[in-house]
């Protein structure tokens, strides 16, 4: 069975311009998960998708982070525009309803010049 | 919130060794707790996840126990390898925040030959 998938694997792009992650949660998963990564750090949630419903947003940062999961299937990590800051892991992880164990995609690693 | 810690951040062992890696948690009330192993550069796998009703897991020569009550759980590998040197990080999640995962940040083991 495959993992969970995320593109790009690493980004490269200058500040101020946009960034988009794209995720595809293992099949038949309910739950998925956007996590912020900084060096040295565990991950920290940014937002949960109950189906296609984000049922926790509270620590993304939306005045320039924007997330979708159409069809409750893919989902898609928007950056506009990028900081200096923003330089992380973007981890995906996906779980067959809320409460169960999550298993994690390899991760985008995105540096903002 | 969920606070997690885990002691040390670093940990260099020879071969061979049994050794024991530490996490606290601050809410009790979790709902479970899951091991993760990062290698450098990649995703978490998962390792172990405990239920709260568990008092520990086994997965071949890892076992992960959960006391409640004291806030803690342990990583027991056996007889370590060069290749279980990775980063091993915690995390609890909690009904009451939507069973999102709270981290610790991890710790770096290395195994010498």
């Known amino acids: 069975e495959a993992g969970v998938v995320q593109s790009p694997r690493y980004k490269i792009i200058e500040k101020k311009q946009p960034v988009a992650f794209w995720c595809n949660p293992i099949?038949?998963?309910?739950?998925l998960y956007w996590y912020l990564q900084n060096l040295g750090q565990g991950p920290e949630l940014l937002i949960r998708?109950?189906?296609?419903?984000?049922?926790?947003d509270s620590q993304l940062p939306k005045d320039r982070f924007s997330a979708e999961r159409l069809k409750g299937v893919d989902s898609t990590l928007k950056i506009q525009p990028a900081e200096l800051g923003d330089s992380a892991v973007y981890l995906c992880?996906?779980?067959?309803?809320?409460?169960?164990?999550?298993?994690f995609g390899p991760g985008t690693r995105l540096t903002v010049l | 919130k969920q606070e997690v810690t885990q002691i040390p951040a670093a940990l260099s062992v020879p071969e061979g060794e049994n050794l024991v890696l530490n996490c606290s948690f601050t809410?009790?009330?979790?709902?479970?707790l899951q091991w993760f192993r990062q290698d450098p550069g990649k995703g978490l796998t998962s390792l172990l996840l405990?239920?709260?009703?568990?008092r520990e897991q086994t997965s071949g020569r890892l076992n992960a126990s959960l006391d409640k009550s004291s806030g803690r759980s342990t990583l027991y590998i056996a007889a370590s390898q060069p290749g279980d040197s990775a980063t091993y990080l915690c995390?609890?999640?909690?009904?009451?925040?939507?069973?999102?995962?709270?981290f610790g940040k991890g710790t770096s083991l290395l195994v010498t030959p």
């Open positions: 992880a996906s779980s067959l309803t809320g409460a169960r164990e999550q298993f």
């Open positions: 099949s038949g998963h309910n739950t």
């Open positions: 998708y109950e189906n296609e419903e984000a049922v926790d």
């Open positions: 809410d009790s009330a979790i709902y479970n």
């Open positions: 405990i239920q709260s009703s568990q």
């Open positions: 995390a609890a999640s909690n009904s009451n925040s939507g069973y999102a995962l709270n």
